[in-house]
């Protein structure tokens, strides 16, 4: 009993990360995600000084597509 509830706790916990890193892209590159595994190459640095994901990668995955296009409604969002 206590095994499945460990593995239960460790199920949900990993999924929370999984979707913060989605949800929270960043230029760190770290490899120990499996839905979105964001590399520097995703990002290019603006003028400002901030990074930005690029609009569009042929690699990414359905999450990916989605979390940029959220992204990018954000910014325009901002920008009006």
Known sequence: MDFI???????FLHTVD??????NPRVKP???YFVCVWD????YRALDGNYY????A???NLFERRI?????RRIQKEKE
């Not at 999984?18 to 949800?23: A, L, Q, V, Y």
């Not at 940029?68 to 990018?72: N, S």
Request: with cysteine; proline share 3%; charged share 40%.
């Open 5 to 11: 509830l460990y593995l239960y706790i460790m199920i």
């Open 68 to 72: 940029r296009k959220k992204f990018w």
């Open 40 to 43: 520097e190459k995703d990002f």
């Open 30 to 32: 770290s490899k120990d």
């Open 53 to 56: 994901l690029y609009p569009k």
């Open 58 to 60: 042929q690699e990414d």
């Open 18 to 23: 999984e979707t913060w890193n989605c949800n």
